[in-house]
C-alpha cells in the first residue's frame, strides 16, 4: 500500500517531519532517472509535449532503423542538426545538483534516457545512458565509432563512410524499434530495485522499457521522487511530487536533503 502523496510547487513546503522524511534521511542508495525535461533548460527542446520535437517531425520518419533504409541523408541531417545544439549546450543547476549527490548517498545510480551527455558533463560519473549518446557515431556495418563532431564535420549533409570498411555512419543512439545497449538496462533494473530512494525528472514515462524503471523501484519499495512540470502516466507511484522546472526544483529537493541531514 502505497502512503499519502506529497505535493509541492515550490519545494520550500516540503515536511519536515513524518514516516517519508525518515526514508529520505536513511536513504542510503538512489537512482535519478532522467528524460528530456531535465535538459529544457539547457536550451534542448523535449520530445513530447508543446513545442516538443515529435510536434514538427514523426518519430517514424526519424528515429527508426526503416527511416535510415529509407531516406539515410534525411536522418542524418536531422541527428547533425541535433548534435549542433547539444554541442552548444551546457548543463544547468538540476544537472550539477545530481552531480554533487554523489558525495551524499552511498551510491547513486543515474540512468539517463537523454542522449545529450550534460550528465556527464556536469561531473556525474557512472552513468547510464539507455537511449545512447549523441556524442558519437557509428559505423553500422561494422561498428567502429567516431566522435560525432569528426563525422559531422566530414559531412554534414550526407552519412560519412566508415574509414575501415566504408558503411554508413549512424549515430549511436537507439532508435525505435532497436535493442538497448547490452546490459545497460539490466544495471539499470538491478539499481532501482535496490534503490531506497529513486528521482524520475523530466519524463513523460511512455516510452519503454525505460519507464518500467520507476514502476519497478515503486514496487521495490524506494521512495519515489517525480518532478516534472506536468504530471505523467506514472505520478501516482509517487510518494513525492514536484510540480516545476526541473531547474528549480532539483536543487530545492537537494536543499530539503541537507536540511534532514
Ligand atoms: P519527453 O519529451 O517524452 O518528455 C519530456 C517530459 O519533460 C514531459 O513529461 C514534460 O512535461 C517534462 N518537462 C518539460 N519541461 C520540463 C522542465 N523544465 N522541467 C521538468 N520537466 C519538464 O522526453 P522523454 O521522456 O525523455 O527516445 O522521452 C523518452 C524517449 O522518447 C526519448 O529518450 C526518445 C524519445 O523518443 C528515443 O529516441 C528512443
Redesign the pocket.
Known amino acids: 500500500m502505497r502512503q499519502a502523496r506529497i505535493e509541492s510547487s515550490t519545494g520550500l513546503d516540503l515536511p519536515t517531519t513524518g514516516s517519508m522524511v525518515e526514508r529520505a534521511r536513511a536513504a542510503r542508495r538512489a537512482v535519478v532517472f532522467s ?4 535538459s ?2 539547457s536550451g534542448l527542446d ?4 508543446p513545442g ?1 520535437l ?1 510536434e514538427r517531425m514523426r ?1 517514424e520518419d526519424l ?1 527508426t532503423p526503416q527511416a535510415f533504409a529509407r531516406d539515410p541523408e534525411t536522418v542524418w541531417r536531422w541527428y547533425a542538426w541535433r548534435w549542433q545544439q547539444v554541442a552548444g549546450a551546457t548543463p544547468n543547476p538540476a544537472h550539477r545538483e545530481i552531480a554533487r549527490w554523489e558525495g551524499r548517498f552511498e551510491s547513486l545510480q543515474v540512468v539517463t ?2 542522449v545529450d551527455g550534460l550528465h556527464l558533463a556536469a561531473g556525474s560519473t557512472g552513468v547510464l545512458e539507455l ?1 545512447g549518446t549523441i556524442a558519437f557515431a557509428r559505423c553500422s556495418v561494422c561498428s567502429r565509432r567516431e566522435p560525432m563532431g569528426e563525422a559531422v564535420a566530414r559531412s554534414a549533409q550526407e552519412p560519412p563512410r566508415c574509414p575501415a570498411c566504408s558503411g554508413c555512419l549512424r549515430p549511436d ?4 524499434g532497436e535493442q538497448l545497449p547490452e546490459g545497460v538496462f539490466e544495471a539499470a533494473a538491478e539499481a532501482s530495485s535496490a534503490a531506497h530512494l529513486f528521482l524520475t ?7 519503454y522499457p ?1 519507464a518500467g524503471l520507476i514502476e519497478i523501484a515503486a514496487r521495490s519499495g524506494a521512495l519515489v521522487i517525480e ?4 504530471p ?1 502516466p506514472l505520478s501516482d507511484l509517487a510518494d513525492v511530487r514536484m510540480a516545476g ?3 528549480e526544483m532539483v536543487p530545492a529537493l537537494g536543499r530539503w536533503l541537507d536540511r534532514l541531514g
Not at 46 to 49: A, D, E, L, N
Not at 173 to 176: C, E, I, L
Open positions: 528524460g528530456a525535461g531535465l529544457k533548460e523535449t520530445f513530447r509535449g516538443g515529435w518519430p528515429a534516457q537523454n537511449h543512439v537507439v532508435w525505435f525528472v523530466g519524463t513523460s514515462a511512455t516510452v525505460a518532478v516534472n512540470v506536468e505523467t522546472p526541473a531547474a
